[in-house]
């Protein structure tokens, strides 16, 4: 059997006890598949309860976590993605049982016809089967994909990176106990931290035990999925995020908008990073919106025409249109059109999240239609980009790719189809 993710597990490389996890999360798949909502529930019930009840518990793990990034110098953005507390415990024993609330995809019709014949054809939506993780310093995926993989019949085995290390295996410890509490195999969730990178790797290179891998962290970490898995990968991205001040804008919205995208948590995929001005409207709005960023402590990287007006500020560089910054940064730039603001996305965006701040209707239908992100958004901050304020409980990631999933991830992107035909004798003429 695979170690218990009960004991501290030395690194190991040992591949036949790497690969006996895989084989445990496959042959759990097979009962998840066909386990009833009212059983995946069950088990989602109980890992919500076992986290507010363990919350002493996660937060010592969790303290262990951060002082040791600390020491290793980790960003204060990747600190903050790491740290657990009560609020964000409640939060996610929240969003658990927001999982328990949503319909369950499972068999689920997508379409279906009937032919002249009699033929009955069916499209379902089926579980993927094993769903794999890799990210870091955010023990928050931990819980969130393991509910969704649950909740849409899925097995998920977790690569949750040394950062988060003694924070995930409590985790994971509880919700495996959460699992078999409610008569489901505890195999269903594993961890291969343990492994170490040699654990990420092979997962990458796990086609056969594992359906699908999801990525989630730096451009860097899911760049390096991308390229080196040969298994089906859904790409998520880093968010270099933009905000557009229409000509027409509403100072009090620009204000208001562009603050709490930057400055609410800006450690997140959804802050954002660059704001881009109409030239016609950027002596009225730049002073009033960037005074409320360094009000706030936020560095402006501005372009000479927004450094003119808003001195306050230091030059911005190629890099930094091109950058995710996680921190109290944002680059800003004027522009002439909203051609030009459309020209700078394409050029500079990760196809995450856009939004324009704008009071003409013409200008939001073309930026809506012609902006290709993964959403987009008029008169509203891009900190909505999230899987939890669109109604799914809690997310799998974000994706930036242009299959099946784009955008933020729920119960439904975790699942594939299968045709089902039903006849009574028909053969085909």
Same mark, same amino acid.
């Given at each position: 059997m695979a170690p218990s993710t009960l004991e501290s597990v030395p690194v190991s490389t040992d591949a036949p006890s790497f690969t006996r996890k895989l084989e445990d999360a496959k042959a759990a798949s097979v009962p998840l598949a066909t386990a009833t909502t009212a059983q995946k529930n069950d088990a989602l019930e109980r890992i919500a309860r076992s986290l507010t009840d363990n919350e002493a518990r996660i937060i010592e793990a969790n303290a262990e976590d951060l002082a040791r990034g600390r020491e290793n110098g980790l960003s204060d953005g990747l600190l903050d993605r790491l740290k657990l507390d009560e609020r964000r415990i409640a939060a996610l024993?929240?969003?658990?049982?927001?999982?328990?609330?949503?319909?369950?995809?499972?068999? #689920?019709?997508?379409?279906?016809?009937?032919?002249?014949?009699?033929?009955?054809?069916?499209?379902?939506?089926?579980? %993927?089967?094993?769903?794999?993780?890799?990210?870091?310093?955010?023990?928050?995926?931990?819980?969130?994909?393991?509910?969704?993989a649950l909740k849409s019949g899925n097995a998920v085995v977790l690569r949750g990176g040394r950062a988060a290390e003694s924070s995930n295996r409590v985790l994971v410890e509880l919700i495996q106990e959460a699992i078999a509490g409610a008569g489901m195999p505890s195999h269903a969730v594993q961890t291969v931290d343990e492994f170490g990178r040699d654990g990420g790797t092979r997962l990458m290179q796990a086609r056969g035990l594992v359906d699908v891998l999801i990525p989630r962290g730096s451009a860097e970490l899911i760049r390096t999925v991308v390229e080196s898995s040969t298994v089906p990968v859904i790409e998520t991205g880093a968010g270099v995020v933009h905000i557009v001040l229409d000509e027409s804008a509403n100072e009090s919205w620009a204000v208001d908008i562009v603050r709490n995208a930057k400055v609410q948590r800006p450690s997140v995929?959804?802050?954002?990073e660059t704001v881009l001005v109409h030239s016609g409207a950027a002596s009225r709005l730049l002073p009033p919106v960037l005074q409320a960023l360094r009000e706030e402590g936020v560095t402006v990287h501005a372009d000479a025409r927004a450094r003119a007006i808003f001195p306050d500020s230091?030059?911005?560089t190629d890099e930094d249109w091109a950058t995710e910054h996680m921190s109290l940064d944002v680059s800003v730039g004027v522009v002439d059109s909203l051609d030009e603001a459309i020209e700078h996305i394409r050029r500079y965006s990760t196809q995450h999240t856009e939004s324009i701040i704008t009071d003409?209707?013409?200008?939001?239908?073309? %930026?809506?239609a012609?902006?290709?992100?993964?959403?987009?958004?008029?008169?509203?901050? #891009?900190? %909505? #980009?999230?899987?939890g304020e669109f109604g799914f409980g809690a997310?799998?990631?974000?994706? #930036?790719?242009k299959l099946h999933a784009r955008g933020p991830m729920g119960l439904p992107e975790l699942t594939s189809t299968k045709w089902v035909v039903r006849g009574t004798g028909q053969v085909r003429e």
């Amino acid at each position: 059997m695979a170690p218990s993710t009960l004991e501290s597990v030395p690194v190991s490389t040992d591949a036949p006890s790497f690969t006996r996890k895989l084989e445990d999360a496959k042959a759990a798949s097979v009962p998840l598949a066909t386990a009833t909502t009212a059983q995946k529930n069950d088990a989602l019930e109980r890992i919500a309860r076992s986290l507010t009840d363990n919350e002493a518990r996660i937060i010592e793990a969790n303290a262990e976590d951060l002082a040791r990034g600390r020491e290793n110098g980790l960003s204060d953005g990747l600190l903050d993605r790491l740290k657990l507390d009560e609020r964000r415990i409640a939060a996610l024993a929240a969003a658990v049982r927001d999982v328990v609330a949503l319909p369950d995809p499972v068999g #689920t019709s997508v379409r279906g016809s009937r032919l002249p014949n009699g033929v009955s054809i069916q499209q379902v939506r089926v579980p %993927f089967g094993v769903v794999g993780a890799i990210y870091e310093a955010r023990p928050n995926v931990t819980v969130d994909i393991a509910a969704l993989a649950l909740k849409s019949g899925n097995a998920v085995v977790l690569r949750g990176g040394r950062a988060a290390e003694s924070s995930n295996r409590v985790l994971v410890e509880l919700i495996q106990e959460a699992i078999a509490g409610a008569g489901m195999p505890s195999h269903a969730v594993q961890t291969v931290d343990e492994f170490g990178r040699d654990g990420g790797t092979r997962l990458m290179q796990a086609r056969g035990l594992v359906d699908v891998l999801i990525p989630r962290g730096s451009a860097e970490l899911i760049r390096t999925v991308v390229e080196s898995s040969t298994v089906p990968v859904i790409e998520t991205g880093a968010g270099v995020v933009h905000i557009v001040l229409d000509e027409s804008a509403n100072e009090s919205w620009a204000v208001d908008i562009v603050r709490n995208a930057k400055v609410q948590r800006p450690s997140v995929c959804n802050a954002v990073e660059t704001v881009l001005v109409h030239s016609g409207a950027a002596s009225r709005l730049l002073p009033p919106v960037l005074q409320a960023l360094r009000e706030e402590g936020v560095t402006v990287h501005a372009d000479a025409r927004a450094r003119a007006i808003f001195p306050d500020s230091v030059p911005v560089t190629d890099e930094d249109w091109a950058t995710e910054h996680m921190s109290l940064d944002v680059s800003v730039g004027v522009v002439d059109s909203l051609d030009e603001a459309i020209e700078h996305i394409r050029r500079y965006s990760t196809q995450h999240t856009e939004s324009i701040i704008t009071d003409d209707l013409a200008n939001a239908e073309r %930026f809506l239609a012609e902006v290709d992100s993964a959403v987009v958004m008029v008169n509203a901050s #891009t900190r %909505f #980009t999230d899987g939890g304020e669109f109604g799914f409980g809690a997310e799998v990631g974000i994706s #930036t790719q242009k299959l099946h999933a784009r955008g933020p991830m729920g119960l439904p992107e975790l699942t594939s189809t299968k045709w089902v035909v039903r006849g009574t004798g028909q053969v085909r003429e």
